[in-house]
Nanobody, 116 residues
Framework: QVQLVESGGGLVQAGGSLKLSCVAS????????ISWHRQTPGKEREQVAR????????IFADSVKGRFTLSRDNDKNTVYLQMNNLEPEDTAVYYC?????????WGQGTQVTVSS
């Protein structure tokens, strides 16, 4: 079955960095776009970044543009989200997702907490 596993979350001070990883299995990884989403209690889940199956720099929400970058390693079935200059507003559970928005392929999430 399809499985997405996120890792790399944690507690960091404002201005710090974290690198999240999303490892996929059970699907032809090279054919799938991968996106990162985040959610805080009481708010809707929002997409923060997306990288196509072909790679490239990706697209980013305005709130993270210039601070977050994406990369993918198809040999390792992994997408990385590098988060720099973190702000308390970035505190959330971060999820990765594979494929079109309608596909049900989600990871379990990893908590990112940014202290001020």
């Amino acid at each position: 079955q399809v499985q997405l596993v996120e890792s790399g979350g944690g507690l960091v001070q404002a201005g710090g960095s974290l690198k999240l990883s999303c490892v996929a299995s059970g699907l032809p990884f090279r054919k799938y776009a991968i996106s990162w989403h985040r959610q805080t209690p009481g708010k809707e889940r929002e997409q923060v970044a997306r990288i196509t199956a072909f790679g490239g720099e990706g697209i980013f929400a305005d709130s993270v543009k210039g601070r977050f970058t994406l990369s993918r390693d198809n040999d390792k079935n992994t997408v990385y989200l590098q988060m720099n200059n973190l702000e308390p507003e970035d505190t959330a559970v971060y999820y990765c997702h594979a494929g079109a928005p309608s596909t049900p392929y989600w990871g379990q999430g990893t908590q990112v907490t940014v202290s001020s």
